[in-house]
């Protein structure tokens, strides 16, 4: 599947995090966002991890954007949310769970498939979603 409820709640956090000047704390995030407190609680460590949000702990802690919106691709923002690369289908990536790769007539079509959804995803950024409702 190419997004889950994780990739959905992840840009709806850096959405809301990048609009705010303060760190934003999760309890704040998952009431606003409506968003399971535990569940958004795993996604902003992912992403804090992973170099995409600052983390403060204490009193006034909580999340804010390590960058500038318009350096985050959303391709990054999505593997880091999901724990592994974006794939349509799961050959796409060239490899075939069933080992047929050698007799498959849709693998090539299905890895250009993906490298255009790869390059769509990388060339998108989290300032496009914000100022133009993700339209190129």
Do not use: W
Not at 60 to 67: E, H, Q, S
Request: with cysteine; aromatic share 6%; net charge negative.
């Amino acid at each position: 599947m190419l997004f889950t409820k994780a990739s959905e709640y992840a840009l709806l956090s850096l959405i809301s995090i990048s609009q705010k000047e303060k760190p934003q704390d999760v309890d704040t995030l998952a009431t606003q966002l409506d968003i399971p407190k535990s569940f958004l609680a795993k996604i902003l460590q992912n992403l804090a991890k992973d170099g995409l949000l600052q983390s403060y702990k204490g009193a006034k802690g909580g999340f804010c954007l390590a960058k500038e919106p318009n350096e985050y691709s959303i391709k990054e923002i999505i593997n880091s949310a999901e724990k592994k690369e974006i794939s349509v289908f799961e050959c796409s990536g060239g490899i075939c769970p069933d080992n047929k790769e050698h007799n498959c007539s849709l693998m090539p079509m299905l890895i250009n498939l993906q490298n255009r959804i790869d390059d769509f995803l990388d060339s998108l950024t989290l300032m496009d979603i914000i100022e133009k409702n993700g339209k190129k």
